[in-house]
């Protein structure tokens, strides 16, 4: 069965430093997702790329976050410089197509960061 | 604006009882509200979802979950509760940009 893949599973990381999530969409999907979801809460979007291009990046921080999806596959998110506010799951998820039959949204197993 | 309110943080349910997590949402159109799972640290899972049609929707696991449009709920059910149920669960509305808004979540914890 096709997965949303995600690496690394878990990241430790002292403030200041960078630090980068990879996620790996199921084939044939245009929709990426990236998600925070801090503890006790439910996601917050951060970013949403169709293809390679970036539909959706209001609630993303970008003084320090940035996101790329360069060949429409495979995207990467990152944080520089980390802070502590910064530690949270990190989730990707990716659908076929935005379209109202065939939008949803299948995710990663996400990706935990710890910022001491 | 959409929004989505799931009432308790922490349900706790005997093994074999009824199960019930509550959610009202708010739309101005025609809402598409799903149900998602999550395990501790993992990913979400899709439970179930209601789009148009048939109010009372099943899902995988023996859950189902019923659209009252009068109330804006989509409660989700169980009859009867198994220690695998344990987890924390999210009920979701769709935009009209077919993002999703979440509640905060409300974690099952199961007795045994």
């Known amino acids: 069965e096709a997965e949303v893949a995600q690496s690394p599973r878990y990241k430790i990381t002292e403030k200041s430093q960078a630090v980068a999530f990879w996620c790996d969409p199921i084939?044939?999907?245009?929709?990426l997702y990236w998600y925070r979801q801090i503890l006790g809460q439910g996601p917050e979007l951060l970013v949403q790329?169709?293809?390679?291009?970036?539909?959706?990046d209001s609630q993303l921080p970008k003084d320090r976050f940035s996101a790329e999806r360069l060949k429409g596959v495979d995207s990467t998110l990152k944080i520089q410089p980390a802070e502590l506010g910064d530690s949270a799951m990190y989730l990707c998820?990716?659908?076929?197509?935005?379209?109202?039959?065939?939008?949803?949204?299948?995710f990663g197993p996400g990706t935990r960061l710890t910022v001491l | 604006a959409q929004s989505v309110t799931q009432l308790g943080s922490h349900v706790s349910v005997s093994e074999g009882a009824l199960v019930l997590l509550r959610c009202n949402y708010s739309?101005?159109?025609?809402?598409?509200l799903f149900w998602y799972v999550q395990y501790p640290n993992q990913g979400l899972q899709l439970l179930l979802k209601?789009?148009?049609?048939a109010t009372l929707v099943k899902g995988i696991n023996g859950f189902e979950a019923e659209f009252k449009k009068s109330e804006t709920s989509f409660h989700l059910t169980k009859p009867s509760a198994h220690m695998s149920d344990a987890a924390e669960y999210f009920c979701?509305?769709?935009?009209?940009?077919?993002?999703?808004?979440w509640g905060a979540g409300t974690k099952l914890i199961i007795k045994p």
């Open positions: 790329f169709q293809d390679e291009s970036v539909v959706d």
């Open positions: 084939s044939g999907h245009a929709t």
């Open positions: 979701a509305v769709r935009r009209s940009n077919y993002q999703l808004i």
């Open positions: 209601y789009t148009t049609g």
């Open positions: 998820a990716s659908s076929l197509s935005p379209d109202q039959r065939q939008d949803e949204q299948f």
């Open positions: 739309s101005s159109v025609p809402p598409y």
